[in-house]
């Protein structure tokens, strides 16, 4: 007998915001994403993550698709994490801890 496990996917966005004029340095910076940022994020479910600008309010919208019930907001208490945001902290809204203010949002539509 054969068992499959179900694994519910999930989809999230959030919102963040970007300092004025730090576009280009945003996209560099993932452009040149760190490989073990890259793993982390595949082993804590991430299948997909896409991130979009807003040019007229600087705003940052971001989707992920995940299996299980984490994603990368769950893994703040990584260092590599913890070290992701000391570098994106420069060019971006975050909070204390440099951790981007990020805003969930709500689906309210889903089309598939």
């Known amino acids: 007998m054969i068992f499959f496990k179900y694994i519910r996917m999930q989809r999230l966005a959030f919102k963040m ?4 004029g730090q576009k280009e340095a945003y996209t ?9 940022l890259k793993v982390l994020l595949k082993e804590a479910g991430v ?3 896409s991130i979009f600008f807003d040019e007229e309010t600087s705003t940052l919208f971001a989707f992920q698709k995940v299996s299980g019930n984490g994603g990368s907001q ?3 208490s990584n260092e590599i994490v913890k070290k992701w945001w000391n570098f994106m902290a420069d060019i971006m809204e975050v909070n204390p801890d440099n951790s981007p203010i990020s805003i969930p ?6 089309l598939e």
Not at 28 to 36: C, D, F, L, V
Not at 105 to 110: P, R
């Open 28 to 36: 560099k910076r993932h452009n040149e994403i760190w490989p073990e």
């Open 47 to 49: 299948s997909e993550y």
């Open 74 to 76: 769950d893994l703040a």
């Open 105 to 110: 949002l709500e689906e309210v539509f889903f």
């Open 17 to 20: 915001k970007l300092n004025k």
